[in-house]
């Protein structure tokens, strides 16, 4: 059966079965796609399936908005949530640090296709348990794979001039999930010098690859929202490696694992 219908019908029983309050999902505007929240009764012909769109951030606004008040209701709304791979990994990564509550949220999961795959260039295209869709192998992407080839000063020069066209719009910061501090040093002048264009090589984009190297689950979407086409995946798969070669830490894969960094604290008893 098309994917499509199989979707509409596992989040129609969700909310039909009284199991959430809304059901977090992609909605149709125009030629490109919303986070929609439906409630029970909606009509969901407009629902749909790409383009995909960062919506863990957005469960996290609807939590935070639906929380329960003190001395008042016990728990908060309930929420489904249409739930690819990247989606699962950057959930589990937000409940390791007290942005969502996992026990608030019931995921339908999406297998991706294997275009959907190819569009993302991605090594896990599915979630944990897949409801709807069927499991497809991941890829190597063929970006890594070229720039793996690169000497050490060829790659620094890849990205003197990749960073070189950065505008800093900050659409890399503001649409990435995991990009949740309320005060960002990005926006201090002895960190990243205001007022400059492109900035400093390296400092903007270093400091926030420094700051998400444990928690970037590989969604894309900084890629994606980037105005000036920077690969910004290649550096953040990169980075993953490294972290997963050091730590045996794989972001996203069990909420069980703690994160790396906490880890290396305790040892060293900080």
Not at 1 to 18: E, F, I, T, Y
Not at 238 to 248: G, H, I, Q, T, W
């Amino acid at each position: 059966m098309d994917r499509l219908l199989l979707l509409k019908g596992a989040v129609r029983d969700l909310l039909d079965g009284g199991l959430v309050d809304g059901a977090l999902a992609l909605r149709a505007d125009g030629p490109a796609s919303a986070p929609h929240l439906f409630r029970p009764g909606d009509d969901l012909d407009e629902l749909v399936l790409w383009p995909k769109y960062a919506i863990p951030q957005i469960m996290d606004m609807l939590l935070d908005a639906s929380s329960p008040l003190e001395g008042g209701a016990e728990t908060g709304l309930r929420l489904g949530m249409v739930t690819r791979g990247c989606e699962e990994r950057g959930l589990i990564e937000m409940a390791k640090r007290n942005q969502v509550d996992l026990e608030r949220i019931t995921m339908i999961g999406l297998a991706c296709s294997a275009e959907e795959r190819d569009e993302c260039r991605c090594a896990w295209p599915y979630p944990t348990r897949i409801d709807v869709g069927e499991k497809v192998e991941g890829i190597a992407d063929e970006l890594v794979v070229e720039h793996e080839k690169l000497s050490q000063k060829e790659r620094s020069e890849f990205w003197k001039e990749q960073f070189a066209r950065c505008i800093k719009c900050y659409a890399c910061r503001t649409v990435c999930p995991q990009c949740f501090c309320e005060v960002c040093v990005l926006e201090e002048d002895l960190w990243v010098e205001t007022g400059v264009l492109a900035p400093p090589f390296p400092s903007y984009h270093l400091i926030r690859a420094y700051h998400t190297v444990s928690k970037c689950v590989g969604c894309m979407e900084c890629e994606q929202a980037c105005p000036a086409d920077i690969p910004l995946t290649v550096l953040y798969t990169f980075l993953r490696r490294d972290a997963e070669a050091m730590f045996k830490y794989v972001p996203g894969r069990s909420v069980d694992d703690p994160p790396p960094l906490v880890v290396e604290t305790m040892w060293q008893g900080v």
